[in-house]
């Protein structure tokens, strides 16, 4: 019974380097999310995947930023070359499936905490 | 395009009453839903409260209610009989009714402080 979980749920990163931050959906949850949370701000949508296809990609930034789910479970957000406009609060979230009847409501992860120096 | 204005500046409530914390949504889906979540201090999104746009009752989840005004495009969060533990920020947040519009669009937050 286990909640969306993330990791690492802080990184400190230099100017330049890659980063990679894990999202482990709840079990049998299709749809996966990700959001950029600015302090003091909602989150802001990036990508999402049912099972292991990408639906949409329209919210990530640039082409610095990748994201996948190669087996339709963990998803992995992938930065390269950071910069320190990327540091944020990283957030996923699960849901049952992507439509809406019921509400079907995203369960979020507590986040990984991105700081680049 | 979706748009959720949260325009409350920080909002104070003595603890055992209620309190009203107002939303305002655009867009121009015909059928789409409408979320609240909490953000306590230990920062994570917990989810409250749900109304899809066809619902012809306002939802309620306990001392959770949702004032739906659909004309107005509304959704006020009403929290009754406040408690300390609600003070946090909250969200109002929407999405569309398909997979394609599946994405929660938030507001930027309303902190909510509750007074002993």
């Known amino acids: 019974g286990a909640g969306v979980s993330q990791s690492p749920r802080y990184k400190v990163t230099k100017r330049g380097q890659d980063v990679a931050l894990r999202c482990d959906p709840i079990?049998?949850?299709?749809?996966l999310y990700w959001y950029r949370q600015a302090l003091g701000q909602g989150p802001e949508f990036l990508t999402y995947?049912?099972?292991?296809?990408?639906?949409?990609k329209s919210g990530l930034p640039n082409d610095r930023f990748s994201a996948e789910r190669p087996e339709g479970s963990i998803s992995t957000l992938t930065i390269q070359r950071t910069e320190q406009r990327d540091s944020a609060m990283y957030r996923c979230a699960s849901s049952l499936w992507s439509g809406l009847a019921g509400g079907n409501e995203q369960f979020f992860g507590p986040g990984t905490r991105l700081t680049v120096l | 395009a979706q748009k959720i204005t949260q325009t409350q500046p920080g909002m104070f409530v003595q603890e055992k009453e209620a309190v009203t914390l107002d939303c305002t949504y655009d867009t121009s889906d015909p059928s789409y839903g409408l979320f609240w979540y909490k953000q306590p201090s230990s920062g994570e999104m917990i989810f409250l409260i749900y109304?899809?746009?066809?619902?012809?009752q306002n939802a309620t989840e306990g001392r959770y209610s949702l004032n739906f005004q659909k004309a107005r495009k509304s959704a006020n969060l009403v929290i009754s009989a406040s408690q300390l533990g609600d003070s946090a920020m909250y969200f109002c947040?929407?999405?569309?009714?398909?997979?394609?519009?599946?994405?929660?669009?938030f507001g930027k937050g309303i902190t909510l402080s509750v007074r002993p």
């Open positions: 947040a929407m999405r569309g009714d398909t997979g394609a519009n599946s994405k929660l669009t």
């Open positions: 109304q899809g746009s066809y619902d012809q």
């Open positions: 079990s049998g949850h299709v749809s």
């Open positions: 995947f049912n099972y292991e296809a990408q639906q949409d």
